[in-house]
């Protein structure tokens, strides 16, 4: 085979050159970004994965190599050999890290011609669909954009490293063919071919391994981890994902948001060059609700739930006195400045808490004449005083109710908090906000399957005072559990472990697993419990997530060099696809079709 690179060596990245290194002779090698005929002079962009340089093809310094130029095409792949100079004056690119220079070529060596590419591969040019980015996605990737992301999360895995080494962390991989266990997702299972009729599960988190490197003696442990989950996706859901996964013996809470704090601090300031304070802010799961009508509250911006059932459960607007007089809730949201709203765009606000649940959207504006709203009749002064002081009302606000069970109050306003906030550009950019959310409920009521389930997993401690409700009230039951929320996104998420029999057999009683069913699933756990398990807890975070905050973007997808789409194909590769019958034979399984 021809040895195309024979008596070349490339010299530096196409991102590498500046001024310093002018008269240097060079060998640069990427592909063609573009190229410009200048009249007589033939100007190419290069390209690699660090940047572009501007090379030039002048006839006076090599009419042979200017002669090839002149065939060079989009995504052409070459080699360049010649002396790094100045650009002209007035020519210099100041936007471009390689802009002061440029290669005069006196050599051009064709690697590979390229098909006409089927979109635009420069960032301000792209307009086309993301099924056709994803069809061609070795070509997507490209894109400065989305190089630029890549290396953004080689560079963040390696910083995760480093911190975890630095604090006294181990790296140990865990199993992806295991058994299936309940983990709040469907699994993705795979038959086994020398054990007829029994499949493997992929893991949707190696909760269990690593607390088995707890009881192992392994103290502190660390991986980034592919986990599988077959759920609806979204934006920031992928089938297959990495988690940054950490566990640690013989410590509280204390001790992992400590480490997790300064693993952020470091994370941000390594990446982005930004300070991040500490410690962060912590509030229980039911301060969130209260205030924010969701578990992972973005604190960027106001728009605040509060509680004003007391103050209507007297009035004579029925609709709030009947909820009141029910146990449920009236809440409200004050509108700073959007009684300029329109009575169709209240319209629309009502529309959109209705995909909630909520039965209506009650309304009042603070006008200089006072209240104006269908309610104002029902309300005395006195009233009506009293709830612009609860929600401190002035003149310009919109105030906006719902009123109907908790679960459909905190819903519905919760979500039109979020949605106000992004429409009206309540949100501050460049801002990075955390905090914990702590005490979660152990366990939920789950009404289709009429018994309670864990929140987050049944390997979670309760905390010690709540221990008696397991029997009597076990939705009263709070977790040592805890969330780390970024920007209204859980970025991670982690616990307390149960590490002694009697405490995880209370638990698994009041989930409905029974002693053979316990003993069937997660036996081997059971039987290392036995064995002098020390007190441990941990957490994990979806990398993917962090990586997209840490870019910028809009979409996991963009981070990760061959995602899936929503409905969990890979269009590159045609996958999940069709399998030859004698695969299925050998498996034992038969398609029923």
Same mark, same amino acid.
Not at 542 to 569: C, H, N, Y
């Given at each position: 085979?021809? /040895?195309?690179?024979?008596?070349?060596?490339?010299?530096?990245?196409?991102?590498?050159?500046?001024?310093? +290194?002018? %008269?240097?002779?060079?060998?640069?090698?990427?592909?063609?970004?573009?190229?410009r005929?200048?009249?007589?002079?033939? &100007?190419?962009?290069?390209?690699?994965r660090?940047?572009?340089? !501007?090379?030039?093809?002048?006839?006076?310094?090599?009419?042979?190599?200017?002669?090839?130029?002149?065939?060079?095409?989009s995504?052409?792949?070459?080699?360049?050999?010649?002396i790094?100079?100045?650009?002209?004056?007035?020519?210099?690119?100041?936007?471009?890290?390689?802009? *002061?220079?440029?290669?005069?070529?006196?050599?051009?060596?064709?690697?590979?011609?390229?098909?006409?590419?089927?979109?635009?591969?420069?960032?301000?040019k792209l307009?086309?669909?993301?099924?056709?980015?994803?069809?061609?996605?070795?070509? /997507?990737?490209?894109?400065?954009?989305?190089?630029?992301?890549?290396?953004?999360?080689?560079?963040?895995?390696?910083?995760?490293?480093?911190?975890?080494?630095?604090?006294?962390?181990?790296e140990?991989?865990?199993?992806?063919?295991?058994?299936?266990?309940?983990?709040?997702?469907?699994?993705?299972?795979?038959?086994?071919?020398?054990?007829?009729?029994?499949? &493997?599960?992929?893991?949707?988190?190696? !909760?269990?391994?690593?607390?088995?490197?707890?009881?192992?003696?392994? /103290?502190?442990?660390?991986?980034?981890?592919?986990?599988?989950?077959?759920? +609806?996706?979204?934006?920031?859901?992928?089938?297959?994902?990495? !988690?940054?996964?950490?566990?640690?013996?013989?410590?509280?809470?204390? *001790?992992?948001?400590?480490?997790?704090?300064?693993?952020?601090?470091? @994370?941000?300031?390594?990446?982005?060059?930004?300070?991040i304070?500490?410690?962060?802010?912590?509030?229980?799961?039911?301060?969130?609700?209260?205030?924010?009508?969701?578990?992972?509250?973005?604190?960027?911006?106001?728009?605040?739930?509060?509680?004003?059932?007391?103050?209507?459960?007297?009035?004579?607007?029925?609709?709030?006195?009947?909820?009141?007089?029910?146990?449920g809730?009236?809440?409200?949201?004050?509108?700073k400045?959007?009684?300029?709203?329109?009575?169709?765009?209240?319209?629309?606000?009502?529309?959109?808490?209705?995909?909630?649940?909520?039965?209506?959207?009650?309304?009042?504006?603070?006008t200089?004449?006072?209240?104006?709203?269908? @309610?104002a009749?029902?309300f005395?002064?006195?009233?009506?005083?009293?709830?612009?002081?609860?929600?401190?009302?002035?003149?310009?606000?919109?105030?906006?109710?719902?009123?109907?069970?908790?679960?459909?109050?905190?819903?519905? @306003?919760?979500?039109?908090?979020?949605?106000?906030?992004?429409?009206?550009?309540?949100?501050?950019? +460049?801002?990075?906000?955390?905090?914990?959310?702590?005490?979660?409920?152990?366990?939920?009521?789950?009404?289709?399957?009429?018994?309670?389930?864990?929140?987050?997993?049944?390997?979670?401690?309760?905390?010690?005072?709540?221990?008696?409700?397991?029997?009597? %009230?076990?939705?009263?039951?709070?977790?040592?559990?805890?969330?780390?929320?970024?920007?209204?996104?859980?970025?991670?998420?982690?616990?307390?472990?149960?590490?002694?029999?009697?405490? !995880?057999?209370?638990?698994?009683?009041?989930?409905?697993?029974?002693?053979?069913?316990?003993?069937?699933?997660?036996?081997?756990?059971?039987?290392?419990?036995?064995?002098?398990?020390?007190?441990?807890g941990?957490?994990?975070?979806?990398? /993917?997530?962090?990586?997209?905050?840490?870019?910028?973007?809009?979409?996991?997808?963009?981070v990760?060099?061959?995602?899936?789409?929503q409905?969990?194909?890979?269009? @590159?590769?045609?996958?999940?696809?069709?399998?030859?019958?004698?695969?299925?034979?050998?498996l034992?399984?038969?398609?029923?079709?």
């Amino acid at each position: 085979m021809l /040895d195309t690179l024979a008596g070349l060596q490339r010299t530096h990245s196409c991102g590498a050159l500046r001024r310093e +290194d002018v %008269d240097t002779e060079v060998v640069l090698m990427g592909w063609v970004q573009r190229r410009r005929d200048h009249g007589g002079l033939i &100007f190419v962009d290069l390209r690699d994965r660090e940047g572009l340089t !501007q090379v030039v093809f002048n006839p006076e310094v090599n009419d042979v190599a200017h002669a090839k130029a002149d065939m060079l095409r989009s995504e052409f792949v070459i080699a360049v050999r010649g002396i790094v100079i100045l650009r002209p004056a007035g020519m210099a690119n100041p936007n471009l890290a390689t802009g *002061d220079i440029e290669v005069a070529a006196a050599e051009l060596r064709l690697l590979n011609t390229s098909l006409t590419p089927p979109f635009e591969l420069e960032d301000f040019k792209l307009d086309t669909s993301e099924a056709i980015r994803l069809r061609y996605r070795y070509l /997507d990737l490209r894109r400065p954009s989305l190089m630029h992301n890549l290396l953004l999360r080689h560079r963040a895995a390696q910083v995760v490293r480093t911190y975890l080494h630095e604090h006294g962390f181990i790296e140990v991989e865990t199993p992806i063919l295991t058994k299936s266990t309940p983990e709040g997702a469907r699994d993705y299972l795979v038959p086994s071919r020398t054990n007829p009729g029994k499949f &493997f599960a992929l893991p949707q988190s190696p !909760q269990l391994f690593k607390q088995l490197l707890m009881m192992s003696g392994l /103290d502190r442990y660390y991986q980034l981890c592919r986990c599988f989950r077959d759920e +609806d996706l979204r934006a920031d859901r992928q089938p297959e994902f990495t !988690q940054i996964d950490l566990e640690m013996s013989f410590i509280r809470e204390e *001790d992992i948001y400590s480490v997790i704090e300064g693993l952020m601090a470091t @994370l941000f300031q390594e990446i982005l060059g930004l300070k991040i304070a500490r410690p962060f802010p912590r509030l229980t799961y039911d301060e969130c609700i209260a205030r924010f009508g969701v578990d992972r509250p973005d604190r960027r911006f106001g728009l605040e739930l509060v509680d004003v059932t007391d103050l209507v459960a007297g009035t004579e607007f029925r609709t709030f006195a009947e909820v009141a007089a029910q146990g449920g809730l009236v809440k409200a949201i004050n509108g700073k400045g959007l009684a300029r709203l329109t009575r169709k765009e209240i319209d629309e606000l009502t529309a959109f808490v209705g995909v909630y649940g909520a039965k209506g959207l009650a309304w009042i504006k603070l006008t200089p004449s006072g209240w104006q709203s269908p @309610l104002a009749k029902f309300f005395t002064p006195g009233q009506q005083e009293a709830l612009n002081t609860r929600l401190q009302a002035k003149e310009g606000d919109l105030l906006m109710f719902v009123a109907d069970a908790p679960q459909v109050v905190h819903t519905a @306003l919760g979500q039109l908090r979020l949605h106000l906030g992004k429409r009206e550009k309540l949100i501050p950019p +460049d801002t990075y906000d955390f905090c914990w959310v702590t005490h979660f409920p152990l366990l939920e009521y789950d009404p289709d399957e009429k018994r309670y389930v864990a929140m987050h997993h049944p390997f979670t401690a309760p905390l010690r005072e709540d221990l008696p409700l397991l029997t009597s %009230d076990p939705g009263a039951v709070r977790a040592r559990a805890y969330d780390l929320v970024l920007n209204g996104t859980e970025v991670g998420g982690g616990s307390i472990r149960i590490h002694q029999r009697h405490i !995880q057999e209370k638990v698994f009683a009041a989930l409905h697993i029974g002693e053979e069913e316990a003993r069937q699933k997660f036996g081997f756990l059971l039987e290392a419990l036995d064995y002098g398990a020390p007190p441990h807890g941990g957490i994990a975070f979806g990398f /993917d997530r962090l990586v997209m905050i840490l870019a910028g973007a809009k979409s996991i997808r963009e981070v990760i060099a061959f995602p899936k789409t929503q409905k969990a194909t890979c269009l @590159l590769t045609q996958a999940p696809a069709e399998v030859d019958v004698a695969q299925l034979l050998e498996l034992g399984i038969r398609l029923d079709r």
